[in-house]
């Protein structure tokens, strides 16, 4: 297996844990009776930075052996700006992540 290829099921496999996260997150905001503006905006930042991660993973994909470092510095800024959004001290203290239930 070539580099580019071990990087990028890596990322696959670093946003499918975060798009667990996010879902569990969404489920338990649609579970409140009435979620705080807070928690509906950290929901929608979350899903942006998301979002963005999945564009940056397909642009790795497409690129060239020739161009993939660019794109694979892109997808990384991205989600690095997704781990900020997802980490514990971004949300408030009633918006953390309910632990993860097994699928």
């Avoid at 580019?4 to 990322?11: D, V």
């Avoid at 905006?41 to 993973?57: P, T």
Wanted: glycine share 0%; charged share 30%; hydrophobic share 35%.
């Amino acid at each position: 297996m070539r580099v580019k290829e071990a990087y990028q099921l890596k990322a696959e496999a670093q946003l499918r844990k975060w798009d667990a996260q996010i879902q569990c997150l969404k489920d338990h905001l649609q579970s409140k009776p009435i979620p705080s503006s807070h928690e509906l905006l950290s929901l929608q930042r979350l899903e942006a930075c998301y979002a963005a991660s999945l564009l940056r993973l397909s642009e790795l994909c497409r690129a060239d052996i020739l161009d993939w470092e660019g794109e694979k510095e892109l997808l990384e800024k991205s989600m690095i700006d997704l781990k900020r959004a997802i980490s514990p001290h971004s949300l408030s203290q009633d918006t953390q992540f309910p632990p993860l239930q097994e699928r």
